[in-house]
């Protein structure tokens, strides 16, 4: 039995990487799902395209200004956007690294796009998709 996942919004996502070709695939990819896109390709760009405001941003480690890390970090604040890392290494210490950084959490380049898509949607709230206990009446409440 499937679970009904129902779209609740559009986002705004800023990606920056220093690779057009990396921003444009994904560009591609969210705009299909109805999302906007902002690629950012130097620090500058993706600063400002931060600032006028976005759902989440999804930036690569490894860049020539900065670190995706560093940028993470200049961005976090309670308020601030969703931070995914998406990198090609593979470092155990990296998802930690990230996480205090702020990212909510890191993909290896070449994760399966639907996975991304899914995990990137259900992260900034822009759909909902029911707890099938609730419709199946495993659920049930307790009196104290």
Request: charged residues 25%.
């Amino acid at each position: 039995m499937g679970t009904e996942v129902r779209k609740l919004r559009d986002l705004r996502l800023v990606l920056v990487d220093d690779d057009p070709a990396f921003t444009q695939m994904w560009s591609k990819v969210f705009e299909a799902d109805g999302h906007s896109v902002v690629c950012c390709h130097d620090l500058p760009s993706a600063c400002m395209a931060i600032a006028e405001g976005c759902d989440c941003l999804i930036t690569d480690l490894h860049m020539r200004e900065v670190s995706g890390l560093e940028l993470i970090r200049a961005a976090n604040h309670p308020a601030g956007p969703v931070m995914i890392l998406m990198t090609a290494e593979e470092d155990p210490a990296l998802e930690s690294q990230a996480c205090d950084a702020g990212a909510s959490c890191v993909f290896r380049k070449g994760t399966d796009i639907e996975r991304v898509v899914a995990t990137v949607e259900a992260l900034c709230g822009a759909v909902y998709q029911p707890v099938p206990r609730y419709k199946t009446g495993e659920f049930s409440l307790r009196s104290a």
